[in-house]
C-alpha cells in the first residue's frame, strides 16, 4: 500500500525489543519476536491478555504497573509523514485485568525510554523530548535543546546534544551535574547514570554503586543500585551494591543487548537469540525467558549528524503543542481510570482501528480547489477590509449590472452549461418574497441576503440575492460589486454542473433583469452551526446522528474534489454552510466562493486568501496556497465543532477567545477525547466512544499544519463510514478481552 510498517529499522532509530518491569512482588518480562509481543510474569500472577499478533511493534518499553509499546507508520512517498503510536497497558498483581489505553498518537518517535515511573520520547523530526506520565516534570525547561538520544531515570532525565554534550532535566540534585566532554551514549539507572566517550570509555555520576569496572562498554543497562555493560567483546559485566556480578555462566556468552530495571536485567543471546534473565532469585534459576527475540538494533544514535536546532512554532500554527505534562496528567494514571477501563473494553478492536486508520491516511490528495471568503458567522471578523453587513438597503432594480457580468452571463447561457436550471421571473420572486422583505430573510451568504419564501406552485424555495449598494466610494464600491458578481457568476457556474445528493440542488435563477439572484431547494432544517450552537433543543445530539451529518457533508466536498471535472475548491466550509433538510440529510451550500482547480496533482491556487475566520487554513492564509487541503482543514474545525459543541471561535472559562483547535487536538492527540466532548450529548456508549475518538483523530489530521499531511476527501468519507459503522455496531469486542483474562 501506501505505508510501510517498519519492519527492520535504519541503524539511527533506537527502540527495545525488551521490557523489564519491575513491581513491589512481581516482575514481567516482555520482549518482540520476529512476529509477537510475549510477556512472562514472574512469579505468575500478572494476567495478560492475549496480544493480536497482527499487530506490529517496532519497540516496548516498560517500568512499574505498565508496559508501553510503540507501532510506527511510514509513508513510502514522504518521511515527513512518518508517524508513531503509543499505546499502554497498565497491570496489577492482584487479580485485576490489564488496562489497556494508547497514550501518543503523532510524529515519528525515534527512540522511547522508560524510567521506573516516566516514559519520555524524542520526536524525530524536531529531536525534541516528550514525556509522558510526569506531571512534576517542566518541559518547558526543555523547550530550548534538542537531544539525539536520552536516558530516563527514576525522576530526571538526561539527553546527548548533536554535538555530544549532556543535559539532565526533571530533579537533576537527585543525580548530579553530568560530565562535561564529548559522549556517544548514555543511560540512566534509578539514581545514577553513565555515558560512553566515542573511545567507549565510561564517565558515571549520581549515587553508583560499586566499583566502575576498567573496561571499555558500546552499551550500557543501569538499574538500581547495580549496573551492567556490554564490552566490545560482546560479553557482559555487572558491578553494584554487596559486590552484584554476573553469574559464571553468563560470563562467556556473547550477548546482542541489554536491559535493565531495578535489581533484573536481561540480555539476547548472539548465537540463538534466546533471552535470558538474572538478577533474582527465581530468574537466576530460569535463566532462559523468551527464545527467538527480534534483535533490537539497539545502537547508540548518536552522533545523529541531522541534529538541526528546534525552530519556534509558526505564528500561525493551526494548533499549539499538547498541554504540558503537569496539566495534562495533573493527577497522574489512576483519574484517567474511567476512560481508561471503557477504551480497555475495547483495546483490540481499537488498535485494528487506529492501524485501519493509518493506513487510509495515507493516500495523496487528487487534484483540487477550493473556494472561501464568506460572510463571517458572529464569532469572526471578515478578513477583507468587508463591510457585507453595512448596507441593509433593498435597492430597486434599477441598479445596472456591470457589463463583466452581463457578458459572463451570456456567455453562460450560450455554453448550455445552464440549460436544465429554471429560470425565474423577478416578478415571481419579488411577489414571493414581499419584495426581499426582512421577514422573509433567513441569513447571508457569500454574495448576497439568503431569503426563504414558497412560490405559487407551492414550491418552498430558498433565495439567494446579491447585494447590490447605491452607496458612494466609488472605487471600493465597485471593486466590491465586481467581487459579489464574480461570486454570483461563479456560483451559478459550480452550481449548473453539480448534482450531488449532498450539495445543496440549484433550481434556477433569474436572468432577465439586473438583479443577481439564485433558487434554490429549501431546506427546512437549516444550518448546522444553528443546530451546535444557538437551538436550545436539537435532535442532533446523539454521536451517531452527529457523524452522520459529518459524512453527509464530507461526501458532498468529496465529490467537489475528486468528481467534479475541473475539480472545485469550496473556500468556505464551515457549519453556517451546511445544511439540513427534513430528513437530516446535510447538504453544502454556498459556492459563491469555489474556484475551480488547477488539474494536475501538484499545483495550487495562488490568491489573496478569503475564508471565515476560525475556519481558515492556516497555510492557504499564510502561504497562499490553495489546494483541495485547505477545505480538508475547514472540515476539520467543522469535526472538531461537532465533536465539542464549540464554535470554531470561542470564548474559553476566563472570556479569552479560543480557537476550537488549539483547545481539543491536544486532548485528542493524547487521547483524551472525553475531556472535550460536547457535554449536551449523552456520555458515549463503550462503542460510540471509539467512533467518536476515531472521529477525533481524523479531524486533528484535517487540521495539522502541513496541508499535505492531511487526509484527502476520501480518505475522510472512508474514514467516517467505518466510525459511523462502529457506532451502530453491537460492542462485540467487549466479551473478547474479558474471556482471555484468566491463567
Ligand atoms: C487479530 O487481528 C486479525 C486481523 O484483524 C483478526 O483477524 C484476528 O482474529 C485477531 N486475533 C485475535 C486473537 O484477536
Ligand atoms: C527522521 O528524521 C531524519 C532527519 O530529519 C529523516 O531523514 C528521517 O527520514 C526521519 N525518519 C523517519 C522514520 O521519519
Ligand atoms: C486491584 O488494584 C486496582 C488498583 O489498585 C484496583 O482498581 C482494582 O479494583 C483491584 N482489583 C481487585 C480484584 O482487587
Ligand atoms: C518551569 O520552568 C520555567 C523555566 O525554567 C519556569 O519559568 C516555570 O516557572 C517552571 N514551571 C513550573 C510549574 O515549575
Ligand atoms: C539501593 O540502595 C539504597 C541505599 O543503600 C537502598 O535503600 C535501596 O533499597 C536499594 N535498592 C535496591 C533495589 O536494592
Ligand atoms: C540458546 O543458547 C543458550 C546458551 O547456550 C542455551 O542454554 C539455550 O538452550 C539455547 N536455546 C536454543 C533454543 O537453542
Ligand atoms: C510467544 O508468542 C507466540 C505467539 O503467540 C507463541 O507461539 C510462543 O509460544 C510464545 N513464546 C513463549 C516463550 O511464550
Redesign the pocket.
Known sequence: MFLLFFSSFPSIISHSTVSISETSDHTLICALGPSFLNCSSFPAGIYIPRLNSSVSYSGIVAGEGFLCALISFSSSSSSSSSSSIMVCWRFFTNGSNMVYKRIYRGPFLRELQAGNSHICGLVNATNRLHCWQWPEFNSTSAQNLSFCSIAVGEDFVCGLSGNGNIACLGNVSSVGDPPKGNFSMIAAGFRHACALTFDNELHCWGTM?GQKPQHKFKLLALG??RSCGLRLNDRVVCWG?NNFSLQESLRESSFATIEAK??IFCGVLIQNRSLVCWGNEILDSNLIVFEKVRPGPYTSTCPYSDITPPVAGPALAPSSPPPAPEESTSSGWSDKMIACLVVGCVGSSVLLLTIGFFLLRYYKCKGCRVHDSGPLDETGAPLEQGTRQQQQQHPQIEQAAPPVLEKRLSQLASMGNASHLEEFSLQLLLEATNNFSEDHKVGEGSFGSVYRCTLGDGREVAIKRAETSSTSSYAVESRRQEEKDNAFINELETLSRLHHKNLVRLLGFCEDCNERVLVYEYLSNGTLHNHLHKLQNSPLMSWPKRIKVALDAARGIEYLHEYAVPPIIHRDIKSSNILLDSSWTAKVSDFGLSLTGPEDEESHLSLSAAGTVGYMDPEYYRLQLLTTKSDVYSFGVVLLELLSGMKAIHKNENGVPRNVVDFAVPYIEQDEIHRVLDKRVPTPTPHEIEAVAYVGFLAADCVTFEGQDRPSMTEIVNNLERALALCSAQPTSLSRSTTESSK
Open positions: 554503586e538500581e543500585n551494591q531495578r535489581n
